[in-house]
């Protein structure tokens, strides 16, 4: 790990060289920068719906829910790399 005070937006090129114990040389370059992010994506548009069914599966009435959750995030630095949805029956 190499420690750096980086600021933000910052374009960080990375450069890996590695030698055997036979004295043999290999570089690798990465031929994209890696950008600096300090700020967190936005999320917006977050919209939830929750809807309940009577089922008749086994011969017994049940009810099951249905839950859809949609939004929008984007990160105009450095993009998004996932997103991931949980559901709880409490806050955090």
Known sequence: MIKGDLPH???VYVTV???NHAGIVRAFQATSPVIVDHTPPDVDMVA???EV???NITGFLELRE????TWSA???TSG???CTCAL?????
């Not at 249905?66 to 959750?69: A, E, L, N, P, R």
Request: hydrophobic share 35%.
């Open 9 to 11: 937006n910052s374009e």
């Open 17 to 19: 060289i590695t030698e």
């Open 48 to 50: 939830v719906s929750v």
């Open 53 to 55: 069914m009577e089922v």
């Open 66 to 69: 249905d839950v859809t959750v």
């Open 74 to 76: 984007t990160d105009e």
């Open 80 to 82: 998004i790399n996932y």
């Open 88 to 92: 709880g029956i409490q806050t955090l």
